[in-house]
């Protein structure tokens, strides 16, 4: 495997699960298991491709780890350091260093404040500079997103959508973090102006160092982005590779699921989908995950022990980990 | 170099102001209400200039011309004991807007504090306690609690203030709840909570600003509903005390002598009609300004 | 030579704002024959939803306002015919509306909607239909969109149902009026991909099956590849290019549809595109002519004028002077 640096962030186990609330339409109590046991890594030089649909938990995943919402169990490391239980004096040095670049552009920024604002408030908070050197370091800010200075007096109602993603992905670095969480950071906008966005981010992962937990449910775009692909079902990842490997021999079922459900735009790519595996049922909810493999009863190809038996993570090849019965004991 | 200068409030919002501007002048109704409204400031704030019988304000008595009817000397009349009804309106109006502002200003930085608080960590027991107090002073049927608070202390006008206040100072919690409860999930709440915002900052600079449009039409709506109220507490004694000239005390007065000398309650009565009325299509304005801002 | 099912000529919509007035749609023209399944592709603000909502007659006027051209459903002119036509029209036409989540009313059950509307668009065809028939057709048509238990679905609030159910239910209304042109406005985007998928083979079944008119809004090149015979490419309220599905996409010959299928990230690998530069139009001063002038690499001085539609083959039409004769 590619030597994508050290490891940056570790999470072993990390579980979020919400109480249900016991209410008269709950029979009992129960938990809402959004995250139920995610191990990975994610190194200096990675963009690790998080890829689920609704309900996967990966949107809650990214949220725990920018501490939006507590991890329920399992380990956090960040640059070496346990962070799971992090103390509130600790918080703010962290929140330095990991941010978050969130999904809708147009909700992102508030509408009542200018961009310049919104831009300020990280240097703030952080006491990065002071006065003067604040508003011409917030120019520059706008410079690598490619806005113009002119937009700091503007509100986001005057912004495009691309545009206001832009500033979002300023905000994120104003704090020159080590490490970036991007949530769906394009699925809100047109395809015209996504390539100028990715592009974007592609550039300052390079200039800036900046390892990225990409979080999206659109594949085709993590075969072109990615250095390595997880796909995420009802909390859990099921499979985990380098991004070539993993479009060239997709092993979980529901990876093939996946591919071959992808409305393409050229016969080439027809090619390169697997073969086509009809998806039947619904997604189910985290609510009621179902016993075993959480996938077994949309799986075309699932066996007896599937709907008992809950399949452990293996390695296929060094970095090509799946969660499949149909790949234990093939070691 | 533009980009360099730093445009005030005003400067930056020019575009929103006038489109705001034009659709508010689009509903004559709204225009009344602003027109009124400002006439009824300029005749409260230079009342001794421009009532043409201040001294009738005060303590005065003059039985020589006391009960006549309307004229060109006394428009509105004269009350039993001689003074000018039309001066003593206008002194009224200083009295009725006084009220208005100082409840107001009592009764708005708390409520919405307390909202936001509450909103913003709701789920948690100061949510609970503080709504829950909410609960207690708006479950109360407000004129009896005003009457209640406002006889148990000193009849006169900084009481029946005091009175009000307390029972108006929920609604603006609730209002503001309301809004910052459903605020706090939005993404650019979230996102300076990740930059490592302080919960006040989230609070008065992310979330408030984005309340001002409701609380500041809720604010226009209430000051016909305060001078309403005050005029009811002077009405059974509790306010405005005589001789000073309060609305309400003018019609509580006024009544003994209907329907002879109707123009000592039905002018004052006409008066409140009118103030209330004049911001009520204020707010409305207002309101439908704020409100609808997108297409 | 029978009527197209649908036919807009040269159709030009204004909005008339406080910040001036919008000239959104540049002379439009579309045509729908029977039994076709055409797509219209385009990005945010082309105007192809406002096409539709003009022809649906759920276009808010004001501040719309259509300044000239013609809409036509079988030869019927939609702009002059008598309000009793145009509602009989109107019934024989469908739309699936975006984002189930917010086209279905949260607070009535699903069988009460979806009985209401076999109720209105039995009345407007001049039948009757009481009580026990309404539930019996309601529930054909869940079953027939696919959902395995209607009785339970019927009973239930949207809120209850996934947002791929809540799809079919909306497939479910539009069908049981029994219309002969069904509008589909972005069917899918709201769906993970996997229920996107079966929506879409749903979708393509039933309109088979009853050999339907089917005219589908999308900006997702992807779904148009899947489900439509030939597809129209609109920028900016104008027309760039119209072609058989097939041909659209391996010929590419308008400059805008070049660059909008090489922007979409492939499977194949090849790299992100670096989009298509500028930004849309402002429609209060847009620019004369070609529209797509001011972020074409091609552009010339000709494209001041606006390009006619020149005719490739049959078919195909590319409203470009790259193509001039």
């Given at each position: 495997m590619k030597d994508l640096g050290e490891a940056m962030l570790v999470l072993e186990q990390v579980k979020k699960y919400f109480p249900l609330p016991?209410?008269?339409?709950?029979?009992k109590g129960g938990y809402?298991?959004?995250?139920d046991g995610v191990t990975f890594s994610v190194h200096r030089e990675d963009i690790l491709g998080l890829v689920g649909e609704s309900g996967s938990g990966k949107s809650t995943l990214g949220y725990t780890l920018v501490r939006i919402y507590r991890p329920t169990a399992g380990k956090i490391s960040f640059l070496g350091e346990d962070?799971?239980?992090?103390n509130r004096g600790e918080l703010k040095g962290f929140k330095k260093k990991m941010q978050i670049v969130f999904q809708d552009p147009g909700s992102s920024l508030?509408?009542?404040?200018t961009i310049e604002q919104t831009l300020e408030l990280p240097l703030r908070v952080h006491s990065i500079d002071g006065g003067k050197e604040r508003r011409s370091r917030i120019r520059e800010l706008l410079s690598v997103v490619g806005?113009?200075?002119?937009?700091?007096?503007?509100?986001?109602?005057?912004?495009s959508g691309g545009q206001k993603q832009r500033v979002a992905i300023a905000r994120a670095l104003a704090t020159e973090p080590s490490f970036l969480i991007l949530d769906e950071?394009?699925?809100?906008?047109?395809v015209s102006v996504q390539g100028k966005i990715i592009s974007l981010l592609l550039v300052l992962h390079n200039e800036f160092d900046l390892p990225y937990l990409f979080i999206t449910h659109d594949l085709s775009l993590m075969r072109n982005v990615a250095t390595r692909v997880a796909i995420m079902y009802l909390g859990r990842i099921c499979e985990m590779a380098p991004t070539a490997e993993f479009f060239a021999e997709p092993l979980h079922p529901y990876t093939q699921m996946l591919l071959s459900s992808i409305p393409v735009v050229t016969d080439e790519e027809e090619t390169l989908k697997?073969?086509?595996?009809?998806s039947t049922g619904e997604v189910p909810s985290p609510v009621n995950v179902p016993p075993g493999c959480s996938f077994h009863p949309r799986c075309?190809?699932?066996?007896?022990?599937c709907s008992q038996i809950d399949p452990m993570m293996t390695?296929?090849?060094?970095a090509h980990h799946v969660r499949c019965h149909l790949y234990l004991g093939r070691d | 170099m533009e980009e360099n200068e730093y445009r005030g409030f005003l400067a930056r919002n020019r575009e929103r102001i006038g489109k705001g501007w034009h659709k508010f002048s689009r509903n004559p109704l709204s225009i009344v209400g602003l027109t009124a409204v400002l006439l009824i400031i300029f005749l409260a704030v230079f009342a001794p200039y421009i009532a043409?019988?201040?001294?009738?304000?005060?303590?005065f008595v003059d039985f020589a011309e006391?009960?006549?009817?309307?004229?060109?000397?006394h428009p509105f009349g004269t009350d039993v004991v001689g003074r000018d009804v039309l001066s003593r309106i206008l002194f009224g109006y200083r009295f009725s807007l006084v009220m208005a502002v100082i409840v107001l200003a009592l009764v708005v930085p708390p409520g919405v504090v307390l909202g936001l608080i509450a909103g913003y960590l709701k789920g948690k027991w100061i949510d609970t306690v503080i709504m829950r107090i909410t609960d207690i002073f708006l479950s109360i049927p407000p004129l009896v609690l005003a009457l209640a608070i406002a006889s148990v202390l000193t009849p006169n006008l900084f009481n029946s203030m005091i009175a009000v206040s307390l029972m108006w100072w929920p609604w603006y919690c609730r209002l503001v709840y309301g809004i910052t409860s459903s605020l706090r999930n939005e993404f650019f709440v979230q996102a300076a909570d990740v930059i490592g915002a302080g919960k006040g900052h989230i609070l008065l600079r992310e979330i408030l600003p984005n309340c001002i449009s409701p609380i500041s039409t809720k604010m226009s709506l209430d000051v016909g509903w305060v001078i309403l109220l005050g005029a009811a507490l002077s009405f059974v004694?509790?306010?405005?005390?005589?001789?000073?000239?309060?609305l309400g005390t003018m019609v509580s007065d006024g009544m003994k002598y209907l329907?002879?000398?109707w123009w000592t309650a039905v002018f004052p009565a006409i008066a409140i009609l009118i103030v209330v009325l004049a911001f009520n299509l204020l707010g409305d304005g207002l309101r439908d300004l704020l409100t609808a801002e997108e297409v | 030579m029978p009527f197209p099912i649908l036919e807009v000529r040269d159709l030009r919509i204004d909005f008339d704002m406080y910040e001036g007035t919008f000239?959104?749609?540049?002379g439009f023209s579309l045509v729908v024959e029977k039994g076709e399944k055409v797509g219209i592709v385009g990005e945010t603000g082309c105007g192809k939803s406002i096409t539709m909502q003009a022809v649906l007659g759920i276009?808010?006027?004001?501040?719309?306002?259509?300044s000239s051209g013609e809409m036509c459903f079988l030869g019927e002119n939609l702009l002059t015919v008598t309000p009793k036509a145009l509602k009989n029209i109107r019934s024989r036409i469908s739309l699936i509306p975006q984002d189930p989540s917010a086209s279905?009313?949260?607070?009535?059950k699903v069988g009460t909607q979806l009985t209401d509307v076999i109720k209105h668009s039995a009345s407007s065809r001049g039948q009757t239909a009481d009580a026990k028939e309404r539930r019996r057709l309601a529930l054909n048509a869940l079953r027939e969109v696919g959902l395995p238990d209607p009785e339970r679905n019927m009973n239930?609030?949207?809120?209850?149902?996934s947002g791929g159910m809540q799809q079919r239910i909306l497939i479910a209304m539009a069908l049981v009026t029994e219309p002969e042109l069904l509008v589909a406005d972005?069917?899918?985007?709201?769906?993970d991909v996997t229920i996107q998928d079966q929506i879409l083979r749903l979708m393509k079944e039933l309109v088979d099956k009853r050999q339907l008119t089917i005219v589908i809004i999308t900006h997702n090149l992807g779904v148009v590849r899947e489900l439509t015979d030939r597809t129209y490419v609109m920028y900016a309220g104008q027309l760039a290019e119209v072609a058989r599905t097939k041909h659209l996409f391996s010929e590419r010959k308008h400059p805008y549809t070049q660059g909008l299928i090489e922007s979409v990230p492939k499977l194949t690998g090849d790299g992100i595109s670096p989009g298509i530069e500028g930004m849309i139009p402002d429609y209060s001063n847009p620019p004369k002519g070609c529209r797509f002038r001011p972020r074409?690499?091609?552009?010339?001085?000709?494209?001041?004028e606006k390009p006619p539609?020149?005719?490739?083959?049959?078919?195909h039409k590319v409203a470009c002077f790259l193509y001039r004769q």
């Open positions: 016991r209410g008269i339409f709950e029979r809402i298991k959004a995250v962070i799971t239980r992090i508030n509408p009542r404040r806005l113009p200075g002119v937009y700091m007096q503007k509100y986001p109602s005057a912004l950071p394009t699925s809100a906008l047109d697997p073969k086509k595996v009809t075309p190809v699932k066996m007896d022990i390695a296929e090849t060094d | 043409p019988y201040p001294k009738h304000a005060g303590k006391a009960s006549q009817p309307p004229s060109w000397k004694g509790l306010g405005v005390q005589p001789p000073k000239p309060g329907p002879d000398q | 000239k959104v749609l540049d276009l808010p006027m004001p501040p719309g306002r259509i279905l009313n949260p607070v009535f239930s609030y949207p809120i209850q149902l972005e069917p899918s985007t709201a769906l074409c690499e091609y552009a010339m001085a000709i494209c001041e539609d020149f005719v490739i083959e049959e078919e």
